[in-house]
């Protein structure tokens, strides 16, 4: 055991404060513990930014890893923090610093003899691009393939992440809207890609739901899932642009995942609505120092140009987006 500082938030919020401390590279590399319905993790320093979650900071005792971490040791003979990388069924994929190339491999190698469950490790060689929100990878060790089945709330969902966008970041938000959804809702999922959202709905509620992507790749891996996960008769999956595939006046929820072009289909959310209305989930980018206010003002004013009301029903940071931006969720009930 070592007694350290900790930051103390609700199960609830724990995933969200899990990757937003990780992505600020606090995370110390101790086991994170339990106490009375909470989840205190363990941080370096007191420098975090946790966004809006409600949290305490502590002091107690975290267990400590069973035997040797290679990874976590050579990260701190370097003198580097891998902390931004994601884990996508037994495939991993890193962040490598800038500077710090020639110990890619090395850095792979290292992250494969620690954690056991991983196959393969890649690196980012790019940003998210283009309209199917693709990114660049490159293999550095293990297994050459890219083809992985991802677990989560009950699902499985297999996929390509060469070829198509998924982020294991956003299981909580997929968890999130899941307890906001009821019986009977008629649900369109914009950028569906290879379906998280659209099955981890119906596998849990009785609801139809029409999940669209541009990208064909995720569409043809989002109607696998569909089989895999036993959901054909809740869910259609389609390719196309959901500025022409979208339904108009037929949904009581939308979910719009599309953080850095979520303003340019507001206007396909808000026809896609039934006449009386519904809930529009909406994902944004904004600057840290503004967090919701841009985002908001633009989706009350669109929506009042529209000829409709909307009312903001919750809104929360869901990750850290760049060193000066965040992810943004922001749930809009609109009326008339």
């Not at 003899?113 to 490159?138: D, M, P």
């Not at 896609?272 to 503004?290: A, C, D, F, N, W």
């Not at 909307?310 to 850290?320: D, F, L, M, Q, T």
Request: proline share 4%; hydrophobic share 40%.
């Amino acid at each position: 055991m070592k007694h350290a500082t900790g930051v103390k938030v609700s199960k609830a919020d724990a995933e969200a404060a899990r990757w937003m401390l990780k992505d600020q590279g606090l995370l110390l590399p101790l086991k994170a513990v339990q106490h009375e319905g909470s989840i205190i993790f363990p941080v370096k320093n007191l420098d975090f930014n946790v966004g809006n979650l409600g949290h305490k900071v502590v002091k107690t005792d975290f267990p400590e890893f069973a035997g040797p971490d290679e990874f976590d040791a050579l990260q701190n003979r370097l003198g580097i923090s891998l902390s931004s990388y994601d884990v996508t069924g037994d495939l991993a994929v890193l962040e490598i610093p800038l500077g710090f190339e020639k110990y890619e491999t090395v850095l792979a190698e290292a992250m494969l003899a620690s954690k056991k469950n991983l196959k393969a490790v890649f690196k980012k060689s790019s940003s998210v691009e283009g309209e199917t929100r693709v990114r660049r990878i490159n293999w550095l060790a293990g297994e050459k393939r890219t083809v992985t089945v991802h677990r989560e709330h009950g699902c499985q969902f297999k996929l390509d992440i060469s070829k198509v966008f998924f982020s294991p970041r956003l299981s909580f938000e997929r968890q999130r809207i899941l307890g906001q959804v009821r019986d009977g809702e008629a649900i369109v999922d914009m950028f569906a890609g290879v379906g998280p959202y659209s099955i981890v709905i119906a596998k849990h509620r009785d609801v139809k739901i029409l999940g669209i992507d541009i990208n064909e790749p995720a569409i043809d891996y989002f109607k696998e899932n569909i089989r895999i996960n036993k959901v054909a008769d809740r869910v259609q999956a389609v390719a196309g642009d959901c500025r022409t595939m979208s339904p108009k006046k037929s949904a009581d929820r939308v979910i719009m995942n599309l953080p850095k072009g979520a303003r340019d289909f507001l206007d396909t959310a808000l026809g896609t609505l039934k006449p009386e209305g519904g809930i529009v989930h909406y994902y944004g980018v904004s600057p840290r120092e503004q967090l919701y206010d841009g985002e908001v003002d633009f989706i009350i004013k669109r929506t009042r140009e529209k000829g409709r009301r909307a009312e903001i029903r919750g809104k929360r940071i869901v990750r850290s987006y760049s060193p000066s931006e965040v992810h943004v969720a922001i749930d809009v009930e609109v009326g008339m």
